[in-house]
């Protein structure tokens, strides 16, 4: 199909001052500072998580990031409410920590879990600090929005702000804020949806949701979840997002953080392999289904996040150790492309190039 007037220069392209209204999407545990700077090298956003981590961690990153590229990249920072601390919340924690011991030694694992007094989580409020005196300009986010004082101060410095919608709710609260843009994340998107105004997760197609909120904000969308090649951005485009955000394609990727056993996994992995589970981290993630998704989703065993999160961390760390994909969090979207173990320069100029040849 051939359009009339494409151009790659849009909106999105203006603000993130890009060749290419192009995303590497954040990916926690996966992206490392050097797919950062691949994604720059030929004209596309990259994105650098950094979840919760320390801001002297986050520092970290940002300055080795900063010394393999020149070129813009983006933040991502978790903006979940931090629950509160209370004596029923201790003993749920206690109960869940005993009984995934238990489970991970039925199959072998020995674990000890962290204790419920070890478990640290970080303000956003202290990352923004990080995040600004490194000199950060453009900061992406999920699971929520930063507090007006927060946003005034990024604001002040400039800093454009991306935050994630999954629902038109979602996108209207963002949009209220004074975000810049928009990131609407379809339900076929890989890891964690964004979701922050219901504890349920929306149930409405990516495709859908991006069309509905196209007509509802006026601030530049972008769209992810399920890219993959031409005719997808195409859709995207067509509904209305401007920008175009790729995960689950780059996980493969030479760039990739993760183990060639991970990859591998992922490489196997069937649509039926695939679940939409509470169970590692307390918020819905999408991913491979495995022993652990299977014991404990639709059980009693499953904390608020990021209570969860923390829990299963080292029975994670300690499962990717033994190269055991039963206790692992593997997240995957539905669609993961021809799945590349090339560099992601090739894997996203292909993209690029398959869409300026049979689209424009
Ligand atoms: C392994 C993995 C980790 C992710 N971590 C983050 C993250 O740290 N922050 C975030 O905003 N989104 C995260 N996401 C969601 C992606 O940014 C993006 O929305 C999703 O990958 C797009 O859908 P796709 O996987 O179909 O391309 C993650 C996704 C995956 C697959």
């Not at 596309?44 to 990153?61: E, F, H, R, S, Y």
């Not at 990021?306 to 760390?317: H, M």
């Not at 021809?338 to 320069?345: H, T």
Request: net charge negative; aromatic share 8%.
């Amino acid at each position: 199909m051939r359009i009339e007037n494409f151009t790659w220069n849009n909106q999105i392209t203006q603000h993130l001052h890009t060749q290419y209204p192009i995303i590497q999407a954040p990916m926690f545990g996966v992206v490392t500072p050097q797919m950062v700077a691949a994604a720059g090298e030929i004209g596309v956003l990259g994105t650098l998580p950094l979840g919760d981590l320390p801001p002297a961690i986050c520092v970290k990153l940002i300055q080795t990031t900063k010394q393999l590229t020149n070129k813009p990249f983006a933040v991502n920072i978790f903006l979940n409410p931090l629950p509160e601390r209370t004596e029923e919340l201790k003993q749920r924690y206690a109960r869940c920590k005993t009984y995934v011991e238990h489970l991970a030694k039925q199959y072998n694992l020995e674990v000890a879990l962290a204790e419920y007094e070890e478990v640290h989580y970080t303000d956003y409020r202290e990352q923004v600090d990080a995040i600004i005196a490194e000199g950060c300009k453009i900061v992406s986010f999920t699971f929520g929005v930063f507090d007006n004082a927060t946003i005034a101060k990024m604001k002040q410095k400039d800093i454009t702000l991306i935050g994630t919608c999954t629902s038109v709710a979602e996108a209207q609260a963002l949009e209220e804020k004074g975000i810049d843009i928009i990131c609407v994340q379809g339900i076929e998107a890989g890891g964690h949806q964004g979701t922050f105004l219901t504890e349920t997760l929306p149930e409405i197609g990516g495709l859908s949701l991006l069309a509905r909120v196209y007509e509802a904000v006026q601030v530049p969308l972008i769209y992810a979840g399920g890219l993959y090649n031409a005719k997808t951005v195409l859709a995207a485009r067509t509904l209305g997002a401007q920008g175009f955000a790729f995960g689950s394609i780059l996980m493969g990727s030479q760039e990739s953080n993760l183990a060639e056993f991970e990859k591998e996994a992922l490489r196997q992995a069937q649509e039926s392999d695939l679940v939409l589970t509470k169970s590692f981290s307390g918020r819905y993630a999408r991913g491979l289904r495995n022993t652990f998704t299977q014991q404990l989703d639709h059980s009693d065993y499953i904390l608020p996040y990021p209570f969860q999160n923390k829990l299963t961390l080292e029975l994670r760390k300690i499962a990717k150790q033994k190269e055991n994909t039963a206790f692992l969090s593997l997240w995957t979207g539905q669609s993961r492309g021809p799945y590349s173990g090339a560099s992601i320069k090739e894997i996203l100029t292909h993209i690029i190039k398959e869409v300026e040849n049979d689209i424009i």
